[in-house]
């Protein structure tokens, strides 16, 4: 709706934001055919993808991020991966973009979990998680599920290292998470 709103008025030149995958994946078209300049804050490489001449992105693209983590767990020998990530479109586009750069690199994905953004628990996720045995854990979500999950595997007594996406780059998760954000 507000998008529709900025659509109709003729001092609109441009429209920023959202910053949210899915949110930018809905306005997208609409924005392409009114040929609205759309410049999102959004981080998922579909917003891009097909390439539309009125839709740009700000943040770097999820693919991008799934390769710089594949590559962490080469150069640290993580070889078994155990993933787990938000329901919404940033979690599902991160997921698809691990799957394909693991399996690129040859890091096998054990487990595939996922938690819905408004989850206040994450034990179910990461006791199965455990039972894989994973070398790491790879959580692909935005505040406050990556928190929780790092809350979590502490108090589980899980080990194993915790990855992020880019997801969590700000002040909120280390609020959240803690003394479970140290290491």
Known sequence: Q???RLLGNENVVAIIGPSLTGTSLVIAPACESAEMPLVSCGAGV?????????????AQSDSLTAERLVDYAKAHSIKRVGFMNDSNAFGQNGREE????????????????????????MTTQLTNIRAANPDAVVCWGTNPGPAIVARDMRRLGMKQPLL???????MEFIKLAGSAAEG
Not at 46 to 58: A, D, E, G, L, W
Not at 164 to 170: L, Y
Request: glycine share 4%; with cysteine; hydrophobic share 45%.
């Open 2 to 4: 507000a998008c529709q």
């Open 98 to 121: 691990w799957l394909r750069a693991a399996k690129t690199a040859g890091v096998e994905t054990v487990v595939l979990e996922s938690f819905v953004t408004s989850d206040t628990d």
């Open 46 to 58: 579909r917003i891009v993808t097909p390439v539309r001449p009125y839709v740009f992105k700000t």
């Open 164 to 170: 992020m996406s880019h997801g969590i780059a700000n």
